[in-house]
């Protein structure tokens, strides 16, 4: 009885299989592929504009203009080309708030003023103590040899020195001492004749 249950199974199994019909397949794909790409950029990068410092804080910018050279390089397969292109780029920047420029400017004219007062009172200051201590020591008779490296720091000052005499800094006689008057006999005193003691 399992036999006979089995036995459509075992016929599926055991049949031989039909061979499928033959015919020719040809597999021959054809693939072409062909194409030139350039890649070329030229890139202009837009940067602060140079600022000049006029110090306590003044910077002011203007119009800059910027000047920039390039060279590219390229190469295109399968015809092996090779590309050199060169140039030149230009790049202006021009600010718009043209007032606040010319506020700057002024500000700048008149911290180049203040500057230049500061150096002119510095200047002053030094020629000023320079005359103070030269004088002090002429007057208590102390001068530079005048081949002292120094001489020239003191040459130009003048004060009386302690013989009386107008000297510079070298001790160079500039105005000679007063000669004191000696006092001569008046022409009553030559004429009357001396008074004899009372005996």
């Given at each position: 009885?399992?036999?006979?249950?089995c036995?459509?199974?075992?016929?599926?199994?055991?049949?031989?299989?039909?061979?499928?019909e033959?015919?020719?397949?040809?597999?021959?794909?054809?693939?072409?592929?062909?194409?030139?790409?350039?890649?070329?950029?030229?890139q202009?990068?837009?940067?602060?504009?140079f600022?000049?410092t006029?110090?306590?804080?003044?910077?002011?910018?203007?119009?800059?203009?910027?000047?920039?050279?390039?060279?590219?390089?390229?190469?295109?397969?399968?015809?092996?080309?090779?590309?050199n292109?060169?140039?030149?780029?230009?790049?202006?920047?021009?600010?718009?708030?043209?007032?606040?420029?010319?506020?700057?400017k002024?500000?700048?004219a008149?911290?180049?003023?203040?500057?230049?007062a500061?150096?002119?009172?510095?200047?002053?200051?030094?020629?000023?103590?320079?005359?103070?201590?030269?004088?002090?020591?002429?007057k208590?008779g102390?001068?530079?040899?005048?081949?002292?490296?120094?001489?020239?720091?003191?040459?130009d000052?003048?004060?009386?020195?302690?013989d009386?005499?107008?000297?510079?800094?070298v001790?160079?006689v500039?105005?000679?001492?007063?000669?004191?008057?000696?006092?001569?006999?008046?022409?009553?005193?030559?004429?009357?004749?001396p008074?004899?003691?009372?005996?």
């Amino acid at each position: 009885m399992k036999l006979i249950s089995c036995l459509p199974l075992l016929l599926l199994i055991g049949a031989p299989s039909r061979a499928a019909e033959t015919g020719n397949a040809v597999a021959a794909p054809v693939a072409t592929s062909s194409g030139s790409v350039t890649n070329q950029a030229v890139q202009v990068t837009p940067s602060n504009q140079f600022t000049q410092t006029y110090g306590r804080g003044v910077q002011c910018q203007g119009t800059t203009m910027t000047v920039s050279t390039f060279g590219i390089g390229g190469f295109s397969a399968p015809e092996s080309h090779l590309r050199n292109d060169y140039g030149v780029t230009l790049q202006i920047s021009v600010p718009l708030d043209r007032e606040a420029v010319d506020v700057c400017k002024e500000r700048a004219a008149l911290e180049n003023d203040r500057q230049q007062a500061e150096t002119d009172k510095a200047e002053l200051d030094y020629h000023l103590v320079r005359s103070i201590k030269c004088g002090e020591m002429i007057k208590s008779g102390t001068f530079y040899h005048p081949t002292s490296p120094y001489s020239r720091t003191c040459l130009d000052v003048v004060s009386m020195a302690p013989d009386g005499s107008i000297r510079n800094g070298v001790g160079q006689v500039i105005q000679a001492a007063p000669v004191p008057a000696t006092p001569s006999p008046s022409s009553s005193e030559a004429s009357s004749p001396p008074s004899s003691p009372e005996a």
